[in-house]
């Protein structure tokens, strides 16, 4: 026959709790182990009514003792691997930018605004830069090549995508 099993052990299991949780639920409550012996049922109620709910399930969670609303149980669960699994992006993110291969996104678009900027007022400068170009001409296809080179030129600085990323990387840098 085996040994009978002490206070703490029966409370627990009848609580589905952890021994030490158990403890600590008598100690808080000021009962005694000789106490609780007495009337198992009452020190029973007592635990569960001391016993700090978050803790157990805490517990339970971490694979430590019983008990607790399982439902909770499994939802504490799915929070703490939805947030290991947000640390690990959130470090992917940054070893990718300390490596060079992410940069700001507001930078980047800032970037290209300024850039878009500066060559809607150059194509609107146009007119007043052709204009003593092509005073007095009288050939067309003249007057249209120097148009078109300058047009060229303008949309040249958007066209070109080494000028383009250069020009992001020194201002993401900055």
């Known amino acids: 026959m085996g040994r009978p099993k002490g206070v703490i052990r029966q409370i627990a299991d009848e609580a589905g709790l952890d021994p030490a949780t158990v403890r600590r639920s008598l100690a808080t409550a000021g009962v005694t182990e000789a106490q609780a012996a007495a009337d198992l049922a009452k020190a029973v109620d007592t635990v569960k009514a001391v016993a700090d709910p978050a ?51 507001q930078a980047y678009t800032d970037t290209g605004a300024r850039i878009i900027a500066s060559v ?12 003593d170009k092509v005073a007095g001409k009288t050939d067309t296809k003249e007057i249209a090549r120097i148009i078109e080179a300058d047009v060229r030129d303008v949309l040249g600085a958007l066209a070109d995508e080494k000028t383009f990323f250069e020009t992001v990387e020194a201002e993401a840098l900055s």
């Open 55 to 105: 803790r157990i399930v805490g517990h339970a969670a971490n694979g430590r003792g019983d008990g607790g609303n399982a439902e909770l149980t499994d939802t504490l669960a799915a929070a703490k691997a939805q947030a290991e699994r947000l640390r690990a992006r959130k470090l992917e993110i940054e070893n990718a930018k300390a490596e060079g291969r992410l940069i700001d996104r």
């Open 120 to 131: 809607r007022t150059a194509l609107l400068a146009l007119g007043y830069r052709l204009a």
